[in-house]
């Protein structure tokens, strides 16, 4: 298999016009006709996972955060983003990153995460794309039945890769909730919308506490921020699962925590 034709299927599933017209997506590093055989999944391109790839022998490595989203001038290997490059060079493996277009692909991140949270019926776009109703930032839909927000939570966090923050809630913990809206990674810019979509808890990522404040205050669904890595580590494997659909190719999830915090302490009440 030629890097090539891994590169073309990725691209149909997941568009890089539909990117974001300040993200960097695609092919980073690795030539088009080299072979690729072993394919590794991961959030983060970072020192960790290329370890990892390294061990496992990976050919490519396809990640969720792009390597170098803001411009650069040199990849010297003096700098952690450098260092990766010619590691990733040197031993022959390829990097290719899907961000905000698989953010909005149908299906894309935000529905593995409602699926890794508990919703099973129908989901729909929280903020459609106006060119493709179908694809769109964020998912909504529904539980099989009510639950309690705190049994809700639980479930969420049973279905999520443990992080060092977990997950934390605001609302009413026996609030009945049955409309879920969520966001793979940092969401609070559709707060709104998930009020306009009559859910009942938006589930997301890296809010901060003055909107969510300001948003439970005006009665607006109970919120559940949970880690940016965690909220997108479902992804993978859903990826995983179309890229074997279509190529005869040995993939693995990488299981490493790339998420920035590491510990966990509460204060004395």
């Known amino acids: 298999m030629r890097l090539s034709q891994v590169i073309s299927v990725l691209d149909g599933f997941y568009d890089p016009g539909w990117a974001a017209d300040w993200d960097a997506v695609g092919l980073v590093c690795g030539d088009p006709d080299q072979e690729v055989g072993r394919v590794l999944f991961a959030v983060d391109p970072v020192a960790a996972v290329a370890d990892e790839a390294l061990d496992w022998g990976a050919d490519l490595i396809i990640t969720h955060h792009p390597l170098l989203l803001r411009p650069v001038h040199g990849v010297p290997a003096t700098t952690p983003k450098g260092r990766l490059v010619h590691r990733l060079i040197g031993a022959g493996v390829a990097l290719y990153t899907a961000h905000t277009n698989a953010d909005v692909a149908d299906p894309g991140v935000s529905d593995a995460l409602a699926r890794a949270v508990g919703l099973t019926g129908p989901l729909r776009p929280l903020q459609p794309d ?3 109703p179908r694809r769109g930032l964020g998912r909504v839909g529904d539980l099989a039945s009510p639950l309690p927000l705190r049994a809700f939570a639980a479930q969420a966090a049973a279905g ?3 992080t060092a923050g977990g997950l934390r809630v605001a609302g009413d913990p026996d609030r009945p909730v049955r409309t879920i809206a ?3 990674g940092a969401g609070d810019s559709l707060l709104g919308t998930a009020r306009a979509a009559g859910a009942d808890v938006y589930l997301t990522a890296d809010l ?3 909107p969510a404040s300001e948003f439970t205050e005006q009665g607006g669904p109970a919120l559940i921020d ?8 479902p992804w993978l494997a859903a990826a995983e699962h179309r890229l074997t659909g279509a190529l005869d190719v040995k993939t693995r999830v990488s299981a490493v925590v790339t998420d920035a915090w590491t510990l966990h302490f509460e204060g004395e009440q």
């Open 130 to 132: 106006p060119g493709d």
């Open 182 to 184: 969520v966001c793979g």
């Open 208 to 210: 901060r506490h003055h």
């Open 226 to 233: 949970a880690a940016h890595w965690a909220t997108e580590w």
């Open 160 to 162: 999520l890769p443990a």
